[in-house]
């Protein structure tokens, strides 16, 4: 039997590349040398630069989000039908038995090309509320697997029998934490501190940066330390004091999340996601500026469960630091938020949602790639 071939329509942002390559890491598991997966997306994103260095055969598209009135956005159409050329003839040199599109504006075309080929197509929705492009491929879905059971709100009654609300899929790297000294130690800290961890997400937030530059002296009298994560464009910070580690970016998640007591961040979905699965309490800063709300629906989940707390963009220069200092010293309260946190964690998400892609395939036993 050939091996199944499989392309992988993801990236945009680490929130729409990084469930998709857990997906990916649990096929592999399950099927080993008999799959072969390739990625297409952006030729200038975060995927563009990951999925080479994953060694996997990688397929860029120029496809836009819908700017507003502008000379990109009257392209749009013409790069739509340009890409979506350019899929049909991929799909059918490779002949890939399925597609899988993580959502995002790239997603669309391979989606639709799957779709006219009567592939399996299988996309995967990270937020509460759907995303634009996961809405139009909704219908032609063979499934559509949703990390939230509330995402049920958003489609139309006719699909919920497609819907699969597996939680949303977590890198095996992330569930595998280090000790909390030995993290700790790698980011040259105290062990003996409650340590935070403040990140604003690859490109940073600006807002948050703000916030803390602004109480920088209450941070030095405190007796936390803290692990701040800034994004490429924020100018480093001058005579910081020692409880201060600061970092553009931060290769090694999965350290910095052993050693938080306490995470401030903002409510990507798959920042929740790992939150959950690793069972950190955290303050969440939603992204006032999002397209649909997104991250504001996001927050509300684990805050309704006592995972979280929210504090709006526009009131974190007087809050985000009282919340801090209250919490922090609240070892019951952050062990209630932990444990609450835990409870909705789903880390088999990427395995479930492996295993329905391989059985809904059809050429192969999932007995003989266990």
């Not at 999002?290 to 629906?297: L, S, V």
């Amino acid at each position: 039997m050939s091996r199944i071939k499989i392309l992988v329509a993801a990236g945009g942002t680490g929130g729409h590349l990084f469930p998709a390559l857990a997906v990916v890491e649990q096929l592999e598991d399950l099927a080993g040398a008999d799959l072969a997966v390739s990625f297409i997306g952006s030729p200038d994103r975060i995927e563009s630069k990951v999925i080479p260095r994953l060694g996997y055969d990688y397929h860029a598209i120029t496809v836009t989000g819908f700017a507003g009135l502008s000379l990109k956005s009257l392209r749009l159409p013409f790069n739509i039908l340009k890409s979506l050329h350019y899929c049909r003839k991929l799909l059918n040199k490779e002949k890939f038995d399925a597609v899988v599109c993580a959502g995002a504006y790239l997603s669309y075309p391979p989606g639709l090309a799957a779709s006219q080929k009567n592939l399996p197509l299988f996309v995967m929705e990270s937020n509460v509320n759907p995303g634009k492009t996961n809405k139009l491929l909704a219908p032609k879905a063979s499934l559509i697997f949703t990390a939230f059971e509330e995402s049920r709100n958003y489609f139309a009654a006719g699909l919920h029998g497609k819907l699969r609300p597996y939680g949303n899929p977590v890198r095996k790297s992330i569930l595998d934490l280090p000790a909390k000294e030995d993290a700790i130690a790698s980011f040259g800290l105290d062990a003996a501190r409650k340590t935070i961890l403040i990140v604003g997400g690859s490109l940073g937030a600006m807002s948050i940066n703000k916030a803390i530059e602004a109480n920088i002296q209450i941070i030095r009298d405190s007796d936390y330390q803290i692990i701040w994560q800034t994004g490429k464009s924020w100018k480093q910070a001058a005579d910081l004091p020692s409880n201060i580690k600061q970092l553009q970016f931060i290769d090694d998640m999965n350290s910095a999340y052993a050693a938080a007591d306490l995470v401030v961040s903002r409510s990507g979905a798959t920042t929740i996601a790992e939150l959950c699965a690793v069972g950190r309490p955290s303050i969440l800063i939603p992204l006032p500026n999002a397209a649909t709300n997104e991250q504001a629906h996001n927050a509300k989940v684990p805050a309704d469960n006592g995972a979280a707390i929210i504090i709006n963009d526009s009131e974190i220069g007087g809050r985000l630091f009282i919340a801090i200092g209250t919490l922090i010293g609240d070892k019951q309260k952050l062990a209630g938020m932990s444990a609450a946190a835990k409870a909705l964690g789903r880390p088999d998400a990427a395995r479930k949602c492996a295993e329905e892609i391989i059985k809904a395939i059809g050429r192969y036993s999932l007995d003989a790639g266990s």
